[in-house]
Structure formats: structure tokens, C-alpha cells
């Protein structure tokens, strides 16, 4: 049984950064070969995916709007995965999902999990919370 528990959400003002994390257990070849990602969903609007990573070959696919501010990484001695995000806006306010799926993924199929029509993402943990302030 795999579980995702991610932290290190928070509130920050505008132009602030935080790095979430996702502690991966229950299956060790999860960071071999999988689509590993942060999703993101804001009240009253559609659940998206931001930031995904291929863990086979690291591999790495961002959504427009975070491009350049955020930046996914994984530590598979650790399984952990992060999201650093920096300068930070109000609209990134949302809950912050870390995800997995696709194993033995190819790049195509990560870079498909990238915005509103995402699928095949068959782990997920409970959230964490990132609240930006003007």
C-alpha cells in the first residue's frame, strides 16, 4: 500500500517561498520509473496538475503558470519529493497534492499530467494547505 504524506505548506506574503515536501512509503520502486507530481486545487475551481517528475529519469514538466517559480525534485534515498516554489503569488493559494502513477512511464506519459486533464494518477496523499497574502 503506497502513502504520500505531504508537509510544509503554509501562509506567505507575496513574493515568498515555500518547499513543500511528500514522504513516499509502502513501495520501493516507486521512484523508479513512475510519474511523480504536485497538483494543486483552489476552492471552487478544478484540480491541476503543476509540477510532475519523471523518477526513472528525472525528467521534469511544469505548468505555464509556474514556470521559472517553481521547481520539482526528488531524493529516492530518501522518498521524498519537493516542490520549491519561489515568488510566490496570490493566485498559487490552493491545497497541494503530491501524486503518483504510471509505472514504467515514459516522458509522454508524465507530461500529460500537466494541467486539468490529468489521469491515471493512482496514488494521492491528504494535502497540504499553501495560503499567499498581498
Known amino acids: 500500500q503506497v502513502q504520500l504524506v505531504e508537509s510544509g505548506g503554509g501562509s506567505v506574503q507575496v513574493g515568498g517561498s515555500l518547499r513543500l515536501s511528500c514522504a513516499a512509503s509502502g513501495y520501493k520502486y516507486i521512484y523508479r520509473g513512475h510519474c511523480m507530481g504536485w497538483f494543486r486545487q483552489a476552492p471552487g475551481r478544478q484540480r491541476e496538475g503543476v509540477a510532475i517528475?519523471?523518477?526513472?529519469?528525472?525528467?521534469?514538466f511544469y505548468a505555464n503558470s509556474v514556470k521559472g517559480r517553481f521547481t520539482i525534485s526528488q531524493d529516492s534515498a530518501k522518498n521524498t519529493l519537493y516542490l520549491e516554489m519561489n515568488d510566490l503569488k496570490v493566485e498559487d493559494s490552493a491545497t497541494y497534492y503530491c501524486a503518483a502513477g504510471w509505472p514504467g512511464a515514459a516522458d509522454s506519459d508524465c507530461a500529460k499530467q500537466i494541467g486539468l486533464a490529468f489521469y491515471g494518477m493512482d496514488y494521492w496523499g491528504q494535502g497540504t494547505p499553501v495560503s499567499v497574502s498581498s
Open positions: 517528475i519523471n523518477t526513472g529519469g528525472g525528467t521534469t
